[in-house]
């Protein structure tokens, strides 16, 4: 007799273990295999994952008690590195084995999405020539078999080439013609002009050698935008394909990323999978179908492309590897660079990060020699790095202009659209939080405990999202005592009107969450500004990433403080990043480009350091910062989010919970137990918000003790548990 241990299809916390079924004699059952089995007292069907196949029962386990298997209804949805890959999401991320298992299977194979049909004709059998209508039923015929080639016509394809819907009747009632069930691909075949790979230069081709000759693991290549990554980890794609090896190319967010896909489909034709949230189910079925029959070698896609079901996986690519996508918000709240790292340490590939600005985590990593750093310094292409000039905008206040542009920027524009060049105007929306500053002299409120910026709430006080520290604004700024000080804010429409009241005779472009709210918007926009037929582009976050226009050549960054601003302990590496990101939008064309940055705050570092465009400056003054706080990379966090729709029993719990976390805590050394406080987001569809922030050495043991102890606490309870380690955002 076999047994099987199955992970039951069931989303509730207490069902998150093992349980044993016996497997039939006349059923077939491998690890992978989804199973119906009877459950409970009442015997309800339920879904099971198979874990595991065992022929003996533990000497305590009465063999009677273990029901059967009742059928496969799928098989061979993961293998065994699946298996361990589950094993390494839960201890590495507090999640259940169901959270895991998820990843690894497209959603449509546990709602009953399976292949989709057509019902195509097909010629039956022949037609007598003496057949009053063989001459018309000729024609449908040979109609019918020449579509045959291009993937087959159904009948009201039919109709709709002109044929008469009661001749196909009669003749499919008569048996010249039959119908047949034939899989449709639902994946896209749109074609792209061939484009070929180019020679890689000197510093190019020491990185591509660096990483085809050298040990399995993580490289991290950071090169200045444009210097050429792109082509090098193509060229790596191309290596692997010659020698049958499998390859997927991450990317941050994949409708943002029209050029890329363009670019990978030009370069390998259109045998490669592109795989993303926007996805439909059954779309990702059949995606998910061709890589695991082995009839696809490339994918690219956002983060969950890494979990395709290939066999041979050995290069996987992290492009802008310090975008906060490649951190999962749902549960498995996994980090893409470090399941990659943990994926390829099973097949013996490597992992290729590439960023301009890598994270602090991957840059210390390669300083401590965990990653092969491989660096590119100069422009590949056309184009100089462009200069960067900053502006003070309180002297522009003190001067008495309080518009959003300085004058410097004004007389920019003038200039580059009287040479007939684009403008990229960029205004940083994600920093809208709430902080409270000084336009007079750059003053921010910020929590003495965390390093971080309050955030102000109604009736006027001021709160850190991090310990739950709060004080009230003063009339006055307790730095100069102006009265300029209060919550920052503008938006792209604002921009846009003061630039159209300014520039009347200039083609503007708004490109925001607001105007790309539909699909094809953003590609729309893009295309119109890529042609020439606008002369100035505001954006938020979208037009920092990856586009290359060479009709640019001034870019203006109009409050590079406001992510400076964030309640984040990562604010101002995001911050160096996006003006690191932005200003490489500009001079890709021939000649150099202008980046005018305007702040409140010029001296702070990650201005000044992106100015200069010194990555390694900024790495260094902020690694000090993250020593001093004990922030990652050097230290960990663990933020516990309770959620309720009875603020005070919320509230009660979770205070509860801290008390507890307190003593475990306690048993070891330098760990803080911060909170509970309000999230950023204190309510979200009728739920409040509450969180805990651990701080420290935290070892895996500990966060999984943290783990039990919060689930143990509230259940039964109407509340709701999200872990987070090491979260990208604390909202
Ligand atoms: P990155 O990914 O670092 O931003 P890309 O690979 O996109 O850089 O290259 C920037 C530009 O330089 C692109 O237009 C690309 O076609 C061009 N380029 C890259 N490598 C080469 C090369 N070896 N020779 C000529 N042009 C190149
Ligand atoms: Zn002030
Ligand atoms: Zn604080």
Known sequence: MAYADLIINSTSQTLDRMFLYAVPQDLTVAVGDLVQVPFGGGNRHLQGFVMGIRDNLDPDVPADKVKPIQRVLASGLFDVRGLALVDFLRREYLCTHLDALRLLIPRGELTGVGHKYRKILVPGQPIPPDHPKAKAYGVICDFVRESLAEGGVIKAEAVRAGFSASSLQTMIKHGFLQVEDRVEDRYSTVRYAEDGARVLNQEQAAGFRAIVEGDPGTYLMHGITGSGKTEVFLHLVSHMLKQGHDSVILVPEIALTPQMIERVKSRFGRDITVYHSRLSDGERYDEWMRVREGKVRIAIGARSALFLPFRDLRLVVVDEEHETSYKSETSPKYVTRDVAAFMMEQTGGKVVLASATP???????????????????????????????????????????????????????????????????????????????????????????????????????????????????????????????????????????????????????????????????????????????????????????????????????????????????????????????????????????????????????????????????????????????????????????????????????????????RELSSRYANITVMGPSACLISRIKGYFRQQIIIKGQLTQDFAMACKDLVYEAVRGKDIRVSLDANPMNLV
């Open 359 to 661: 994270s602090m985590e991957a840059f210390d990593r390669a300083r401590q020699g965990q990653y092969h750093l491989i660096q590119l310094t100069q422009r590949a292409g056309q184009g100089a790095m462009p200069t960067v000039v900053t502006v003070d905008m309180r002297k522009e206040l003190r001067l008495g202009n309080r518009s959003i542009l300085s004058s410097r920027l004004a007389a920019e524009m003038e200039k580059s659209l009287a040479r007939g060049r684009q403008i990229i105007l960029f205004l940083n929306r994600r920093g809208m939080s709430g902080f409270v500053s000084c336009r007079a002299c750059g003053f921010v409120y910020r929590c003495p405990n965390c390093s971080v910026s309050l955030t102000k709430h109604q009736g006027g006080r001021l709160t850190c999202h991090h310990c739950g520290y709060s004080q009230y604004q003063k009339e006055l700024c307790p730095s100069c005592g102006s009265s300029f000080i209060r919550e920052f804010g503008i938006g792209t429409e604002k921009v846009e009107q003061e630039v159209r009241k300014r520039f009347p005779d200039a083609q503007v472009l708004r490109m925001d969450r607001d105007t790309t709210s539909h699909k094809e918007a953003y590609e729309e926009i893009y295309n119109t500004f890529r042609d020439g037929a606008a002369d100035i582009l505001i954006g938020t976050q979208m037009v920092a990433k990856g586009l290359d226009f060479h009709g640019v050549d001034l870019v203006g960054i109009l409050a590079a403080d406001l992510s400076m601003n964030l309640p984040d302990f990562r604010a101002y590496e995001k911050t160096f990043q996006l003006i690191t990101q932005v200003s490489g939008r500009a001079g890709r064309g021939d000649e150099g480009g202008l980046v005018v940055l305007q702040t409140y705050q010029p001296e702070a570092y990650p201005v000044t350091m992106a100015a200069r465009a010194d990555y390694l400056g900024f790495f260094e003054q902020e690694m000090m910062v993250r020593q001093a706080m004990a922030y990652p990379p050097r230290g960990d966090l663990l933020a516990i989010v309770l959620s309720g729709t009875q603020e005070a029993e919320l509230i009660k719990n979770i205070q509860f919970v801290a008390q507890l976390l």
